[in-house]
Structure formats: structure tokens, C-alpha cells
């Protein structure tokens, strides 16, 4: 109940276009869904994060988009740029817990 | 500003060994999470330290400890190494307890091989 599964593992898109990444959690208790980007030999960065009191969060050209019902959520990068090859995690937290649960990754290439 | 500190960067031991891992968080910061990262895969919770006190311990054996100094720096201690804790070990620091925001501020780690 504490997993967040994450798709695809891996993903190549050719600039410009657009990449999605999906994410699915079954602990309804969470309450704060943040994406991290980890570039080869550093720690994950946060990216973009979401409450589920709203539907979509856009910044810049980085969306998340909320389905709560479904409990799921997914990050959108449009216009991708071979700088965004890298691999995300989307991840979960709930300030009962303590802790944020991350998902397996999928790891972005853009190719020109 | 500095962000999060870890040392040391790389490190080799043996199986039966121990390892100390230390990690400074941003200045202001008062916690302090550890996550274990397999390669391939996604960072595992492995503790949260926040004001000092042990806050949150994720699913690892007991041969996995850590401390929080007042300065709010910390260690991480490994016993007993196996081949299975060679992983990437990253360091995070959150202004509040990272459950309760979810932004953690990573360092970028210390990879840790067991022969």
C-alpha cells in the first residue's frame, strides 16, 4: 500500500516532442506528489510537485497532471531538449509517514 | 549557499566490514533523511532524523543506524556489510519533516561497493 508504481522504465522521444510518464499509488492517505530529475553521478532534484486539491500544475514546460479518483498522476515535458535526458521518479508523502516513497524511474532520452 | 554535503564520495570495503557515511544538510535545515539507491532503481527510505531524534526507519536490518549531531549533521553506520549494501547512499535535508512536504534537498550521494 506504500508502492508508487511507475511506467515506463524507459522512454526515448525525439526533441520537441512531448514526453509522459505515468504514475499509480493505492495509499489514499498521501497527500503530496512530487517529481525528482537525477541526472548520471548526482542526487535527485525536485521538480515539480502537486497536491491533490488540484488537477493540473504547469511551470514552464514541465505539467503534472492529478487524477485522484483514479489515483493516479503523470508528468508531461513538452517541447522536450536532449538537456532533459535524465531519469525522473515520481514520489509520495503523507506527514504521517515521514517519509517520501519514490517509484522505480524511467529514464528519459531525447534524441535530436 | 552550499547545499547538502556527503563524504565520502566512493568507498570500497569487504564483506564483514563497517562503514560510517556523513552527510551535512543545508545550512537551516533540521532534518536529515538517509535513502538507499540500487542502481536501476528508486532511492528506498532508510531514515529520517529530524531535532536530533530518530523520526521514521524504513525496512532495513538493524545492522543499518544513524545519529543526528546538534549541529544537525549526521552519520550514517553500516555493520556487517553484505554484497547487497553496495548501492548509491544519498542524504537529504528538509526544512520540517520530509513526510509532511516531500521536498527533500539531495546530496549527491556516496557509492558504496562491497567485494
Known amino acids: 500500500q506504500q508502492q508508487v508504481k511507475q511506467s515506463p522504465q524507459s522512454l526515448i522521444v525525439q526533441k520537441g516532442g512531448i514526453s509522459i510518464i505515468n504514475c499509480a499509488y493505492e495509499n489514499t492517505a498521501f497527500d503530496y506528489f512530487p517529481w525528482y530529475q537525477q541526472f548520471p553521478g548526482k542526487g535527485p532534484a525536485l521538480l515539480i510537485a502537486i497536491r491533490p486539491d488540484v488537477s493540473e500544475k504547469k511551470e514552464g514546460r514541465f505539467t503534472i497532471s492529478f487524477n485522484k479518483s483514479a489515483k493516479q498522476f503523470s508528468l508531461h515535458i513538452m517541447d522536450s531538449q536532449p538537456g532533459d535526458s535524465a531519469t525522473y521518479f515520481c514520489?509520495?508523502?503523507?506527514?504521517?509517514?515521514?517519509?517520501?516513497?519514490f517509484g522505480t524511474g524511467t529514464k528519459l532520452q531525447v534524441i535530436p | 549557499d552550499a547545499g547538502v554535503t556527503q563524504s565520502p564520495t566512493h568507498l570500497i570495503k569487504t564483506r564483514g566490514q563497517q562503514v560510517t557515511l556523513r552527510c551535512s544538510p543545508i545550512?537551516?535545515?533540521?532534518?536529515v533523511s538517509w535513502y538507499q539507491q540500487v542502481l536501476g532503481q528508486g532511492p528506498q527510505f532508510i531514515f529520517q532524523?529530524?531535532?536530533?531524534?530518530?523520526?521514521g526507519r524504513g525496512n532495513f536490518p538493524d545492522r543499518f543506524s544513524a545519529r543526528q549531531f546538534p549541529n544537525y549533521s549526521s552519520e550514517l553506520n553500516v555493520n556487517a556489510l553484505l554484497l547487497g549494501d553496495s548501492a548509491l547512499y544519498l542524504c537529504?535535508?528538509?526544512?520540517?519533516?520530509?513526510?509532511?512536504?516531500?521536498?527533500?534537498?539531495f546530496g549527491e550521494g556516496s557509492r558504496l561497493t562491497v567485494l
Open positions: 537529504a535535508s528538509s526544512l520540517g519533516l520530509a513526510g509532511e512536504t516531500g521536498e527533500l534537498f
Open positions: 545550512s537551516g535545515h533540521k532534518s
Open positions: 532524523y529530524y531535532e536530533k531524534e530518530e523520526r
Open positions: 514520489a509520495a508523502s503523507n506527514g504521517g509517514y515521514q517519509k517520501v516513497t
